[in-house]
């Protein structure tokens, strides 16, 4: 487990494997109703809580099975705040389609209304983070917690402001407002940032790979290049016409039948 390659692919199977989870429950959980999505939520609390329990563990274990250890307790963490997000227990105030022709910032009011609360309750969780990793010799949890924030909020804006390509096919019906929200245009002016800054991640990570002298160092590393190299193809797929929606379609169910018109109005891809 200490071999970098192990590592990787570690981090490419739990990165898989959480997200198809965290579709399948939404799926099921879209197909019946409002109290079921609350009932997932609160059902997948335990989670949460063995991601708070793991990080906390881990911080002072410079050990090799810390490493995967807290790496798995940033992924809990973070899973269970999408999970409550792709429910719609904790989303934002505004739950409205965007209408056509709106000022850009209204546009931006509008979107960030969607994903307020969604969006505090993450920064609310990196700042603990940070401020319970004081003086920790083991801050690889922290680091993926920290790579997953960032990328994200770089993947919002890169959505709202405009990209070739947006996967709208898991969007549950609870957030079918949501792509009102999107652009699809040709690159925009954050997109070369975007893929600049997580490349030059990518290179840190390896280089401290590199000069890793232990097996928890190696390992750790391996898993925050991994991840970060993740997040930088999540980026190219809104570009490059990849058929990325394959790897998890197989293991869902169908998605509920859309009445005809069910969308909130007011007057006249993952946000």
């Known amino acids: 487990m200490s071999t970098p390659w192990i590592a990787a692919l570690f981090a490419l199977f739990a990165w898989w494997f959480s997200t198809g989870a965290i579709l399948w429950l939404v799926r099921h959980a879209d197909r019946r109703g409002r109290q079921a999505r609350l009932i997932c939520t609160v059902a997948g609390l335990p989670v949460l809580g063995f991601g708070i329990w793991g990080f906390g563990a881990t911080l002072h274990d410079p050990g090799l099975q810390a ?121 925009n002016w954050i997109f070369p940032f975007s893929v600049t800054a997580l490349s030059f991640a990518v290179a840190c990570w390896l280089e401290r790979l590199h000069a890793a002298d232990t097996a928890g160092e190696v390992a750790g590393f391996a898993l925050l290049t991994a991840i970060t190299a993740l997040a930088l193809l999540e980026h190219w797929l809104m570009v490059l016409p990849l058929p990325d929606a394959k790897l998890w379609r197989w293991m869902l169910p169908a998605p509920k039948p859309k009445p005809q018109s069910t969308t909130q109005t007011e007057g006249h891809h993952e946000f």
């Open 67 to 187: 490493a995967y250890g807290a790496f798995l307790a940033a992924l809990a963490i973070w899973g269970w705040i999408e999970l409550a997000f792709l429910t719609g227990t904790i989303t934002g105030p505004n739950l409205y389609e965007c209408p056509e022709y709106t000022p850009e910032w209204e546009r931006f009011v509008r979107a960030w209304g969607t994903i307020a609360y969604h969006e505090m309750l993450l920064v609310l969780v990196l700042v603990l983070l940070w401020l319970f990793s004081q003086g920790a010799v083991n801050g690889f949890g922290l680091w993926t917690f920290t790579i997953l924030y960032f990328a994200r909020i770089s993947a919002k804006l890169n959505l709202f402001y405009g990209v070739p390509r947006i996967n709208t096919e898991f969007i549950p019906e609870v957030l079918r407002h949501l792509p009102s929200h999107f652009r699809i245009s040709r690159l």
